[in-house]
């Protein structure tokens, strides 16, 4: 096993994660979105780490359920059986460092019973959880907040509203502490804790007895964390108390899944992950390999108002999810239901279940009913039984067999039956929102789509509202994205809910009905039209980009990458264009990290927009050096990351390698055709721009537009036009040379007429 097998299928990010150097680059945050492949990128990094010679036993990953350090556990003995790497929770991580024996050093009036007196001697070692003044050996056991607060009572102490959880906090004020020490030794000679009290006492270890902080930052010298964004306050410190001063903590997380708010998680810190750790690193995994494109556009609008520093833009990466069932295909837009009440709501439900089941042969299991309250829960599950549909987690008689959860849908070879009574794993999921987290389905119906559901209502002080209606923002993103192929939004007018019939507004999650009618004009109307809107908006934004490169200069070239994709959306709208885009998981076998050269068909000066949209980022082309006179111009040239090159003395490969040694990522998007095609078809392509992609050893990366042309120079109405967009597969230059004759291989006779014939023949099936 080489390290190469371990990168395999790895995206660009995920590769330089799992590489990542922590005495070069610090600290890493990973913000991980959701399908992103994090579990991956943890164990191949653990795998790496091992295989780079660090010892297993000096790695820790923590994570927050059993079940996902299991399943983390197991991948990494794939290639290393029986590697000693601490994969736990916080919890039993906890109870580990209280149970463990640690060095400490003896009092004198020990010392001097030692027959010895070497220096020596002057060290033994004890259980740790005597160290924090336990009695007997720590055991968790169920917390009891009633019979807590009733002995909380009994010292006085009841009107300091808090949790059994929290008895030995340290931010309790010094009045409560007092009273509270009663309890905490109590707790203290029983051993009997609750979950949380391993933690406090695992940090009061850590942070008060120096010997045992020694001996358990060296028993881990490398650190890593799953789910980052859900750990809490003193988690946080637990982990800090282990680092030490060292840069070693490699942390994965997604801020825009943080739905742990109301059980103590902080969101905060993760989003001062990088005040924290001055030295630290960012990497963003965009690539989602689980849903379609389509349901990807849907989740990022959700949080269009968020930090552009920390926002993500989440990119299709998968050809062939739901099992390559057809529907995947289709990239169907999410759906809106409408429905007056509960049985119309559920009706459509039914029929759309069965529909989709016959027609594109999917599973039971491939279908989920996502709510926000469990309450809902057991009003869908008893509607589906009703209809004579499975629902998982049912149990089944052995004796019936299938029959008992419906014979007309149910065959005999999807239902697991054990000792006569278990558990039907092949049913439609009905769940919470927080309890499908980790998980997806081919179809998601998510229910509810009200005010006072999703979102859940909100209580407090407005400052306590805004964070409750953040979260619950962060759980609808959650909701939406478990669907891989189709998404249903269902909003019901009137409902039972908590014993009365009520009405409800629409959520305001749902996105608001925007479309006007067309009016059509006369071309050249429209084409005044159009140029006065978009000049218009480029005016606008001319002023914007001032105040952000004075005031927030940090935030530019992110605030540049997100309008330049606002810009060509724009332009698509005011141009009436209907863009499909086929293929775009191939970007996600793009190394970015390389310069890579786009090659498209010149149909259209719409064609740079429209290449922005289809791969989702910026980037540049060659332009002549006289257009820098426009200073404006100049700026935004610059910023796309364009290669000026004087066309009348050449020089374009020392341009070329000049960008690359500045240090820019080189993404130039080029015409191989030169100027725009007057024909249908493809006219001959130069030369030129394949040797600059050898010389640079770039990727190639073909795309092919198909009526671009229509929008604009061959124009003969105002109404919307499609326009189809096809990614090919990228071409590693490379790669290309080494199998293809090496440094004797000439581009123009061999790589050349390869790129044109992929081109060519994507471009006539489009006809």
Same mark, same amino acid.
């Given at each position: ?26 600290q ?13 990128? #943890? ?7 091992? #295989? ?43 109870l ?12 004198m009036?020990?010392r ?8 020596? *001697? ?27 607060m ?38 203290? *000679? ?8 391993? +933690? ?69 810190? +993760? ?14 995994? *965009? ?7 389509? +349901?990807?556009?849907f ?6 108002n ?33 429905s ?84 039907l ?9 927080h309890?499908s ?5 081919a179809?998601?119906y ?8 999703t ?36 909003y ?84 009436r ?20 050269f ?56 020392a ?12 993404r130039?998007?080029?015409?191989p ?23 640079a050893?770039?990727?190639?990366l ?28 990228? +071409? ?17 006779h061999e ?16 006809v």
């Amino acid at each position: 096993m080489d390290i190469e097998n371990i990168l395999a299928g790895l995206n660009s990010d995920q590769r330089a994660a799992v590489l990542h150097d922590h005495e070069q680059n610090g600290q890493l945050l990973i913000l991980a979105g959701a399908g992103s492949g994090k579990t991956s990128v #943890l164990t191949k990094r653990i795998q790496y780490r091992i #295989l780079s010679g660090v010892q297993p036993e000096k790695i820790l990953a923590l994570t927050f359920t059993a079940k996902a350090a299991t399943e983390m556990r197991e991948r990494v003995q794939k290639l290393f059986p029986n590697a000693g790497v601490r994969l736990c929770t916080f919890h039993s991580l906890a109870l580990f460092i209280l149970k463990s024996k640690v060095p400490v050093m003896l009092t004198m009036e020990r010392r001097s019973r030692n027959k010895s007196g070497m220096t020596a *001697e002057a060290y033994s070692s004890c259980p740790a959880y005597e160290l924090v003044g336990f009695k007997k050996m720590p055991v968790p056991t169920e917390s009891a907040d009633k019979s807590f607060m009733q002995e909380l009572a009994k010292v006085g102490g009841r009107k300091f509203r808090f949790s059994r959880e929290e008895l030995f906090s340290d931010a309790h004020p010094a009045k409560l502490l007092k009273k509270l020490e009663p309890l905490r030794n109590r707790v203290l *000679e029983s051993g009997q804790v609750v979950f949380e009290d391993l +933690i406090y006492q695992a940090i009061h270890l850590l942070e008060n007895h120096d010997e045992a902080r020694m001996y358990f930052q060296n028993q881990w010298t490398e650190i890593l964390v799953d789910e980052y964004q859900d750990i809490n306050p003193s988690q946080y410190r637990l982990v800090k108390a282990l680092l030490g001063e060292r840069k070693s903590l490699f942390v994965v997380g997604d801020d825009d899944q943080a739905i742990y708010g109301f059980r103590g998680a902080d969101i905060g810190n +993760i989003n001062r992950f990088r005040d924290d750790f001055k030295e630290s690193s960012l990497i963003r995994l *965009e690539w989602n390999y689980r849903s379609v494109a389509n +349901i990807l556009h849907f989740s990022n609008r959700i949080f269009e108002n968020k930090p552009i520093h920390l926002r993500k833009v989440l990119r299709a990466g998968n050809m062939s999810g739901s099992g390559g069932s057809p529907i995947f295909k289709e990239n169907r837009e999410p759906e809106i239901w409408v429905s007056e009440n509960p049985v119309e709501e559920m009706q459509k439900i039914i029929e759309s279940i069965k529909l989709l089941r016959e027609s594109y042969d999917l599973q039971w299991k491939n279908f989920a009913i996502l709510v926000r309250y469990n309450r809902q829960r057991l009003y869908y599950e008893e509607a589906l039984r009703d209809a004579r549909l499975p629902v998982a987690g049912d149990a089944v008689d052995v004796e019936a067999g299938a029959e008992t959860v419906g014979a007309e849908t149910v065959g005999a070879e999807t239902v697991g039956v054990i000792n006569g009574g278990e558990i039907l794993e092949d049913g439609i999921h009905v769940e919470t929102v927080h309890a499908s987290k980790g998980l997806q389905y081919a179809v998601v119906y998510y229910a509810g789509m009200s005010e006072g559901l999703t979102p859940g209502s909100c209580s407090g002080s407005r400052a306590q509202r805004k964070k409750q209606l953040d979260e619950e923002r962060r759980l609808f993103y959650v909701g939406v994205t478990r669907a891989e192929s189709f998404l249903v939004l269902l909003y019901c007018k009137h409902r039972y809910w908590k014993g009365r019939l009520a009405k409800f507004k629409q959520s305001r999650f749902l996105p608001r009905e925007t479309s006007k009618v067309d009016i059509n004009m006369p071309v050249i109307l429209f084409k005044i039209y159009a140029v006065a809107r978009i000049f218009f908006f480029m005016f606008r934004y001319i002023i914007k980009i001032a105040f952000v490169y004075m005031f927030r200069r940090k935030d530019l070239d992110s605030w540049i990458e997100e309008k330049v994709q606002y810009f060509s959306r724009f332009c698509m709208k005011v141009l009436r264009v209907d863009l499909t885009i086929e293929d775009q998981a191939q970007l996600a076998k793009v190394d970015w990290t390389r310069p890579v050269f786009v090659m498209g068909n010149h149909r259209s000066y719409l064609d740079i927009p429209l290449a922005f949209l289809a791969l989702q980022r910026t980037v540049g082309f060659i332009a002549k050096t006289q257009l820098q006179r426009i200073p404006i111009l100049n700026f935004w040239m610059h910023k796309l990351g364009c290669v000026f090159i004087d066309r009348e003395k050449g020089g374009g490969a020392a341009a070329i390698q000049k960008a690359i040694q500045s240090g820019k990522m080189l993404r130039l998007f080029i015409f191989p055709e030169g100027t725009r095609s007057k024909r249908d078809g493809m006219v001959a392509f130069k030369s030129g721009c394949f040797r600059l992609a050898v010389d640079a050893d770039a990727i190639i990366l073909p795309i092919v537009t198909k009526g671009s042309d229509l929008l604009w120079e061959h124009r003969k109405d105002s109404k919307h036009h499609p326009v189809n967009m096809k990614i090919l597969e990228p +071409i590693d230059t490379v790669e290309f040379k080494k199998t293809n004759g090496g440094d004797a291989m000439d581009p123009r006779h061999e790589l050349l007429p390869y790129v044109r014939n992929m081109m060519e023949s994507a471009y006539d099936r489009r006809v």
